[in-house]
């Protein structure tokens, strides 16, 4: 079966770093994306890893390693406006996208 | 770019009675939509896939009988959601994307029904 795992809640304080994981076990791979979505609200984009390696969007950034079937988003000098959930989701073989259940993430000052 | 747009935002309905919510893609011609249902507190879970201009591929546990979709052009899906009951109630999204290799999906704002 297909599976995507990340951690359902973390705490951290706002200015630090924080890292959330995601592994995966899917049939093929074409990408992982990362989402952002805060409560009540839709999901907006933030990164797209196709290839091993990090990729770095400002405080944001986003690993792969496909061998490992693994990926990371690491969130930097955080902000109290970072408080949401994160979800990891995979494109499969036949493009679909399998999500993640999502990682809450919570800021403390 | 890629900007996709749900109406209604909020709607609150009697039980018994339909419910339509219209997804657009403004400024792409999406390939394809996908509808998702969000619980409070929890994970999205996607209901259905649709292609313009045939049937939805409906999830396991979804009765495509009480969801009806409809995507009848490379803009505009619809989901309704017949003879609603108050567990129906629920955060809906849709998503769309340009149906290539690079299959991000662009989400609408979503649509929260309460049925009483």
């Known amino acids: 079966g297909q599976n995507i795992d990340q951690p359902t809640e973390m705490t951290a304080t706002e200015g630090a770093i924080v890292q959330i994981n995601c592994t995966y076990q899917?049939?093929?791979?074409?990408?992982l994306f990362w989402y952002q979505q805060h409560a009540g609200e839709a999901p907006t984009f933030l990164s797209y890893n196709v290839l091993d390696g990090l990729e770095e969007k400002g405080r944001f950034s986003s690993f792969l390693s496909r061998s490992k079937g693994y990926s990371y988003l690491l969130l930097k000098e955080l902000q109290m406006k970072d408080s949401a959930s994160y979800l990891c989701?995979?494109?499969?073989?036949?493009?679909?996208?399998?999500w993640g259940a999502g990682t809450k993430l919570i800021i403390k000052p | 770019g890629a900007v996709v747009s749900q109406h209604p935002s909020r709607v609150i309905c009697k039980s018994g009675t339909s419910v339509k919510i219209e997804c657009r893609s403004l400024?792409?011609?999406?390939?394809?939509m996908f509808w998702y249902r969000q619980f409070p507190k929890q994970s999205l879970m996607l209901m259905a896939t649709s292609n313009e201009g045939s049937k939805a591929t409906y999830e396991q546990g979804v009765e495509k009988d009480k969801f009806l979709i409809n995507h009848a052009s490379l803009t505009l899906s619809t989901l309704t959601v017949t003879s609603a009951h108050p567990e129906d109630s629920s955060f809906y999204i849709c998503?769309?994307?340009?149906?290539?290799?690079?299959?991000?999906?662009?989400f609408g704002p979503g649509t929260r029904l309460t049925v009483l």
């Open positions: 899917t049939s093929g791979f074409n990408g």
């Open positions: 989701a995979v494109s499969d073989s036949n493009y679909q996208l399998i």
């Open positions: 400024d792409f011609q999406a390939t394809t």
């Open positions: 998503s769309a994307n340009f149906g290539t290799d690079y299959n991000e999906q662009f």
